[in-house]
């Protein structure tokens, strides 16, 4: 089946830092790309669409200078958690469309803890 | 309109029993219903997933039961395993909300011996 591999799968860092987090569709091409945030025992919380070639679309209340996303590529998006404080500590998931465009690949993830 | 409501939030089952999640939505324009499955610290794998056109899909020990008419749908999980114990959520896509598909709050599985 199709993979997205997510890098790195934990980091830590200090504050006012910032950290470039990586999302690869390994065998596919894929033209969105998803990510989100999700707190212990929370679901998933949409932080914004990633298009190739283009803007991200954020979700309301998701800052965009904050949290930027590039996706340069048909196999590559990267959420840049920018001037990191510990209240952006949380799990950063990625996700990629792939197999006609409704079945949604999840990365590994990746536990951001800033301190 | 976009929500959807999972149940129930927490679940214990004995080895061999039958795990039942369920899930309501609104929005009748959902026309795609993933279910994911977590592990601890890992991303959500896709499970199974069902159309509204169909009644019921089975896929090994999982099967979805959809009721369109009443909005609703579950995942059951035959002869749990203590290796199902994990966190669940159900999903809908569509509706005008594009390729992004709307999630469940969740369920924790466990399974025990």
């Known amino acids: 089946g199709a993979v997205v591999s997510q890098h790195p799968s934990r980091v830590i860092c200090k504050s006012g830092t910032s950290v470039k987090i990586e999302c690869r569709s390994l065998d596919f091409q894929a033209t969105t790309m998803f990510w989100y945030r999700q707190f212990p025992k929370q679901s998933l919380m949409l932080m914004a669409t990633s298009n190739e070639g283009s803007k991200a679309t954020y979700e309301q209340g998701v800052e965009k200078d904050k949290f930027l996303i590039n996706h340069a590529s048909l196999t590559l998006s990267t959420l840049t958690v920018t001037s990191a404080h510990p209240e952006d500590s949380s799990f950063y998931i990625c996700?990629?469309?792939?197999?006609?465009?409704?079945?949604?690949?999840f990365g590994s993830g990746t536990q951001l803890s800033v301190l | 309109q976009q929500q959807v409501k999972q149940s129930p939030q927490s679940l214990i089952v004995q080895k061999g029993g039958i795990s039942i999640i369920n899930c309501a939505y609104e929005?009748?324009?959902?026309?795609?219903f993933p279910w994911y499955q977590q592990f601890p610290g890992k991303g959500p794998a896709l499970l199974i997933a069902i159309r509204p056109d169909v009644s019921e899909k089975k896929e090994g020990r999982f099967t979805i039961s959809f009721n369109k008419s009443a909005k609703q749908f579950s995942l059951h999980i035959m002869d749990s395993q203590p290796g199902d114990s994990a966190t669940y959520f159900c999903a809908a896509l569509g509706g005008g909300g594009g390729n992004k598909l709307t999630f469940g709050t969740g369920t924790q599985l466990k399974v025990e011996l």
């Open positions: 996700s990629a469309l792939g197999g006609g465009n409704e079945k949604l690949f």
């Open positions: 929005n009748t324009a959902f026309d795609y």
